[in-house]
């Protein structure tokens, strides 16, 4: 089995509801969404463009490309059996 790494980029719109002080000015509950202080109420996710698909020669490149991430401390088979899923095609031509 061999792995790949594809890379996009999701455009999407949120909005959310924010209280603020009678006396504070609209841009506080600006600050507050763009530091991440509030949840938002809608999305609306726009589709995803392909960044870049590259094939994966190792466990090293897969280290390399979730560092940084959440799961970037998981035992390296944990990783694979999570988020790698198995994509089955008729297509043979790439092999």
């Known amino acids: ?3 790949v790494i ?3 980029r999701e455009e999407a719109s949120y909005r959310y509801l924010v209280a603020v002080e ?3 000015p ?3 509950a600006a600050r507050a969404v763009l530091d991440g202080a509030v949840d938002d109420i809608y999305q609306d996710h726009h589709g995803q463009e392909i960044l870049s ?3 994966v020669d190792s466990d090293e490149d897969i280290r390399t490309a979730i560092q940084g991430s959440y799961i970037e401390e ?11 899923s198995l994509v ?3 297509d043979t031509s790439e092999k």
Do not use: H, L, N
Request: no cysteine; charged share 25%; proline share 7%.
């Open 1 to 3: 089995m061999k792995y």
């Open 6 to 8: 594809v890379e996009t």
């Open 22 to 24: 009678d006396e504070a």
């Open 26 to 28: 609209p841009s506080a």
């Open 53 to 55: 698909i590259t094939s």
């Open 74 to 84: 998981w035992p390296m088979q944990q990783i694979k059996e999570v988020f790698a």
């Open 88 to 90: 089955q095609t008729d």
